[in-house]
């Protein structure tokens, strides 16, 4: 028999299945098993030309980008090398000329 996994929001062991979907009755989320499979791959992080970024993989800024709480600014065309994908809401952990910095996924491009 197979075993009904929890909900993936709310951690629930209240699931059911319902058809070919399977629904949590205390957050009323409802997940296709197939899809959840797929996205354990790992995280996928694209850049603003759709290309998939990688760890290690250098990038440049499609434009100038003014830094919170500082009056420095990130020119167009900064280099970083050797990129760290992280979750969270900035995607990208680098250095640009010596600053740690976070940055979007969709402020960048990858360089090959």
Not at 67 to 84: D, E, N, Q
Request: charged fraction near 30%.
């Amino acid at each position: 028999m197979e075993s009904i996994p929890n909900c993936p929001v709310c951690q629930s062991e209240h699931t059911y299945h319902d058809g070919s979907f399977y629904v949590c009755p205390e957050c009323a989320h409802e997940w296709d098993p197939n899809d959840v499979a797929s996205t354990d791959e790992g995280l996928q992080v694209k850049d603003s030309n759709g290309n998939l970024l990688a760890d290690g993989d250098d990038i440049i800024l499609i434009k100038d980008l003014k830094l919170k709480g500082s009056s420095t600014v990130l020119k167009k065309g900064a280099k970083a090398k050797g990129i760290r994908l992280v979750e969270g809401d900035h995607e990208i952990d680098c250095k640009i000329d010596g600053m740690k910095i976070m940055l979007k996924a969709c402020f960048v491009k990858k360089l090959n």
